[in-house]
């Protein structure tokens, strides 16, 4: 009896209940190392959000200050702050013109880079972009009736090429995902070659949209600047809309990428962990279609910006898509505030579409990367 009571003394957990004892054993507690390498990670993640969004507030400001008429940075500030007015020119061409070009590109560059991330992630495939499964084609059909026949009307702020650009390219992946969808279930595979094949067709479309032009002098060349990306000048209420989808669309976004997470690991494991995984499928195509529709809606087809951005954040910070989520937004609207700025500047005053600018600078730098880096990464 005192060599089991002696034993039960000296028993640091002697004293511990039954329960909390098996709690410790099923989690053990995270040694001091760890937590403190966890708090520096978290703090250095944390400062990287800060540092991206103080330079997308002094691109904002600086590509603003860009143009014909220059109007310095300081003054703007002073103007907003109310300590300094602007004359009337500068008053119009800011707040009529520039900043909402400026603010309409971080909307598009945001929606392209997110909806990027989400397809790269649930087709596990680097390559993908946000018209992998047929937006583009849907869009270009809306876009031609809009501008050739439809350009005079406008609803809500929006002008008509901008709503049937997004009906067309949401009208459009509703029909892909119902092609692809057979015995309740999604077939990827299919989603894809419907998506191309669709996509295709309806692209190849604007030849007889061009033929039936009974303005084709003007018409063609609005059409052709649209369908490389021209980041036009939208009204405030229609801005506000857009910046609002964009809102949902992330909130929408984020608690699917822990799900996400785990549908990079496979279905199988996916559906081991409890996650399902076909509402979760469609919830992701869902946001990101509708994301992608709202950018091109204000922008046209513009090419790289939702493949390269993804890519290079998931480069450097690894395939976790909860912390990549506002990394992306962050970046695809710094980078298409600048390409954007770069395309109406350099060859002033012809103006070149920002989605061929894209194409020039996204391209070389895109394979530049993927040759320096030489080595694969994890979806």
């Given at each position: 009896?005192?060599?089991?009571?002696?034993?039960?003394?000296?028993?640091?957990?002697?004293?511990?209940?039954?329960?909390?004892?098996?709690?410790e054993r099923a989690n053990p507690p995270m040694p001091f190392p760890v937590q403190t390498k966890h708090r520096i990670h978290a703090a250095g993640f944390t400062s990287l959000l800060f540092l991206l969004s103080v330079i997308l507030l002094i691109s904002?400001?600086?590509?603003?200050?860009?143009?014909?008429?220059?109007?310095?940075?300081?003054?703007?500030?002073?103007?907003?702050?109310?300590?300094?007015?602007?004359?009337?020119?500068?008053?119009?061409?800011?707040?009529?013109?520039?900043?909402?070009?400026?603010?309409?590109?971080?909307?598009?560059?945001?929606?392209?880079?997110?909806?990027?991330?989400?397809?790269?992630?649930?087709?596990?495939?680097?390559?993908?972009?946000?018209?992998?499964?047929?937006?583009?084609?849907?869009?270009?059909?809306?876009?031609?009736?809009?501008?050739?026949?439809?350009?005079?009307?406008?609803?809500?702020?929006?002008?008509?090429?901008?709503?049937?650009?997004?009906?067309?390219?949401?009208l459009t992946m509703a029909v892909v995902y119902s092609l692809a969808r057979t015995h309740g279930r999604t077939n990827v595979v299919t989603l894809l070659l419907a998506g191309f094949a669709l996509s295709t067709m309806l692209s190849n479309s604007t030849?007889?949209?061009?033929?039936?032009?009974?303005?084709?002098?003007?018409?063609?060349?609005?059409?052709?600047?649209?369908?490389?990306?021209?980041?036009?000048?939208?009204?405030?209420?229609?801005?506000?809309?857009?910046?609002?989808?964009?809102?949902?669309?992330?909130?929408?976004?984020?608690?699917?990428?822990?799900?996400?997470?785990?549908?990079?690991?496979?279905?199988?494991?996916?559906?081991?962990?409890?996650?399902?995984?076909?509402?979760?499928?469609?919830?992701?195509?869902?946001?990101?279609?509708?994301?992608?529709?709202?950018?091109?809606?204000?922008?046209?087809?513009?090419?790289?910006?939702?493949?390269?951005?993804?890519?290079?954040?998931?480069?450097?910070?690894?395939?976790?898509?909860?912390?990549?989520?506002?990394?992306?937004?962050?970046?695809?609207?710094?980078?298409?505030?600048?390409?954007?700025t770069l395309a109406r500047s350099l060859f002033a005053p012809v103006e070149l579409p920002v989605g061929v600018l894209m194409v020039f600078l996204g391209g070389p730098f895109f394979l530049y990367l993927l040759r320096k880096s030489k080595r694969e990464?994890?979806?």
């Amino acid at each position: 009896m005192e060599a089991e009571v002696k034993r039960i003394a000296v028993s640091p957990l002697a004293s511990v209940p039954q329960e909390r004892r098996t709690s410790e054993r099923a989690n053990p507690p995270m040694p001091f190392p760890v937590q403190t390498k966890h708090r520096i990670h978290a703090a250095g993640f944390t400062s990287l959000l800060f540092l991206l969004s103080v330079i997308l507030l002094i691109s904002i400001l600086v590509c603003t200050s860009f143009g014909a008429v220059r109007v310095p940075v300081s003054a703007m500030v002073q103007a907003l702050l109310g300590r300094h007015a602007l004359t009337q020119t500068q008053h119009i061409i800011l707040f009529t013109i520039r900043l909402p070009r400026v603010l309409a590109s971080a909307v598009v560059g945001a929606a392209l880079a997110i909806s990027g991330l989400m397809f790269q992630g649930l087709f596990r495939n680097p390559m993908a972009d946000p018209y992998i499964i047929g937006s583009s084609g849907g869009a270009v059909v809306g876009g031609c009736i809009g501008i050739l026949f439809l350009s005079q009307y406008s609803l809500w702020g929006f002008n008509a090429t901008a709503l049937l650009a997004f009906l067309g390219s949401a009208l459009t992946m509703a029909v892909v995902y119902s092609l692809a969808r057979t015995h309740g279930r999604t077939n990827v595979v299919t989603l894809l070659l419907a998506g191309f094949a669709l996509s295709t067709m309806l692209s190849n479309s604007t030849y007889l949209f061009e033929a039936f032009d009974p303005n084709s002098s003007t018409g063609t060349r609005a059409l052709a600047a649209w369908l490389h990306g021209v980041i036009g000048v939208p009204r405030w209420p229609q801005l506000c809309i857009m910046f609002l989808l964009l809102c949902v669309g992330m909130t929408a976004a984020y608690p699917l990428m822990r799900r996400l997470n785990t549908l990079s690991l496979g279905d199988d494991y996916a559906h081991q962990l409890g996650i399902r995984v076909e509402p979760t499928r469609i919830a992701i195509i869902l946001v990101g279609s509708l994301l992608t529709a709202a950018a091109v809606s204000l922008g046209g087809l513009i090419s790289f910006a939702g493949l390269i951005v993804p890519h290079v954040a998931r480069l450097r910070l690894g395939p976790d898509h909860i912390r990549l989520l506002p990394v992306t937004a962050l970046a695809g609207a710094i980078f298409l505030v600048i390409t954007d700025t770069l395309a109406r500047s350099l060859f002033a005053p012809v103006e070149l579409p920002v989605g061929v600018l894209m194409v020039f600078l996204g391209g070389p730098f895109f394979l530049y990367l993927l040759r320096k880096s030489k080595r694969e990464y994890a979806l």
